[in-house]
């Protein structure tokens, strides 16, 4: 199975601006790539294929401002965007009512403030790094600490005016050889989980899930309150941004760690 070693890069890290700048040129080549393709769309032209929009633009300055790699895998994702238009336009056509509204054209990212993902697969990613414990992408200079030795592949997701690297690793799992072991877990809300099993030495137990009851109920009190003060016109603000994320994370790591528990106690 595949499972996710996160890093949260904030403003005041020391590689944030050498991931920011990137993740910049990212969105240039992004946007180059969905020009193309809307332009295409627009003359009723058939949209370009990947290998179309690549030989297009392998020249461009844009293409030319990232590791051939990566920039290879913004392209990717362009052709994806427009895939996946393709493919719920279809499907508005014959179920119209499985959707809020009729799909859009993939859009550009904003000029200025838009930031893009930088994708890394595990040729772009430095083995000899790795072998020391860090984990360091191929045309970016910046070095994170790691336990892993084996990666599939390094996400770099701009989030709320942060940074999330994202290491991806394959684990093995483990399978019983007695299959008269049986577990059960049933998930709630004030429990989170009560997990017993028929084994006759196993204690049963309960995950208790008030922490994440009341981290819910104080962000949204928060964000209510935030969001009444907004004009009219404006949804959301970088304190609800630093808000929802706090959260989120308050979330993934007590989810992270009570499954670790549950794990361990088998």
Same mark, same amino acid.
């Not at 996160?6 to 944030?16: D, G, T």
């Not at 119209?96 to 990613?125: C, D, M, S, W």
């Not at 990666?151 to 007695?178: G, M």
């Not at 577990?183 to 922490?211: E, Q």
């Given at each position: 199975?595949?499972?996710?070693?996160?890093? @949260? /890069?904030?403003?005041?890290?020391?590689?944030?601006?050498? @991931?920011?700048?990137?993740?910049?040129?990212?969105?240039?080549?992004?946007?180059?790539?969905?020009?193309?393709?809307?332009?295409? #769309?627009?003359?009723?032209?058939?949209?370009?294929?990947?290998?179309?929009?690549?030989?297009? %633009? *392998?020249?461009?300055?844009?293409?030319?401002?990232?590791?051939?790699?990566?920039?290879? %895998?913004?392209?990717?994702?362009?052709?994806?965007? #427009?895939?996946?238009?393709?493919?719920?336009?279809?499907?508005?056509?014959?179920?119209?009512?499985?959707?809020?509204?009729?799909?859009?054209?993939?859009?550009?990212?904003?000029?200025?403030?838009?930031?893009? @993902?930088?994708? #890394?697969?595990?040729?772009?990613?430095?083995?000899?790094?790795? !072998? !020391?414990?860090?984990?360091?992408?191929?045309?970016?200079?910046?070095?994170?600490?790691?336990?892993?030795?084996?990666?599939?592949?390094?996400?770099?997701?701009? *989030?709320?005016?942060?940074? @999330?690297?994202?290491?991806?690793?394959?684990?093995?799992?483990?399978?019983?050889?007695?299959?008269?072991?049986?577990?059960? /877990?049933?998930?709630?809300?004030?429990?989170?989980?009560?997990?017993?099993?028929?084994?006759?030495?196993?204690?049963?137990? /309960?995950?208790?899930?008030?922490?994440?009851?009341?981290?819910?109920?104080?962000?949204?009190?928060? *964000?209510?309150?935030?969001?009444?003060?907004?004009?009219?016109?404006?949804?959301?603000?970088?304190?609800?941004?630093?808000?929802?994320? !706090?959260?989120?994370? *308050?979330?993934?790591?007590?989810?992270?760690?009570?499954?670790?528990? /549950?794990?361990?106690?088998?």
């Amino acid at each position: 199975m595949r499972l996710v070693e996160r890093h @949260i /890069i904030k403003q005041n890290h020391q590689w944030f601006k050498k @991931i920011d700048q990137m993740s910049f040129l990212s969105k240039n080549l992004f946007n180059s790539a969905v020009y193309l393709c809307r332009q295409a #769309f627009f003359k009723n032209q058939a949209i370009p294929t990947w290998n179309q929009i690549y030989h297009a %633009l *392998k020249k461009s300055d844009d293409y030319q401002a990232l590791p051939s790699k990566v920039a290879q %895998l913004v392209l990717r994702q362009v052709d994806q965007c #427009f895939k996946s238009y393709k493919s719920a336009k279809e499907e508005y056509k014959i179920n119209p009512e499985k959707f809020l509204g009729e799909p859009k054209l993939p859009r550009y990212k904003h000029k200025l403030q838009g930031r893009n @993902i930088l994708t #890394f697969n595990h040729q772009a990613v430095s083995r000899t790094a790795l !072998k !020391k414990g860090l984990i360091a992408p191929s045309g970016l200079a910046i070095a994170v600490k790691t336990q892993l030795t084996q990666i599939e592949e390094v996400r770099i997701i701009p *989030k709320n005016n942060v940074y @999330i690297i994202e290491a991806v690793y394959e684990l093995e799992e483990t399978t019983l050889e007695s299959n008269d072991r049986r577990a059960a /877990i049933d998930i709630g809300l004030n429990n989170l989980a009560t997990v017993s099993s028929n084994c006759p030495d196993f204690r049963p137990f /309960i995950v208790c899930g008030k922490a994440i009851k009341s981290c819910n109920q104080f962000y949204n009190k928060v *964000k209510a309150s935030l969001q009444s003060q907004l004009p009219t016109s404006q949804r959301s603000s970088r304190k609800i941004e630093a808000l929802t994320l !706090k959260r989120n994370n *308050k979330v993934d790591y007590y989810l992270h760690t009570a499954s670790i528990g /549950i794990r361990f106690d088998f």
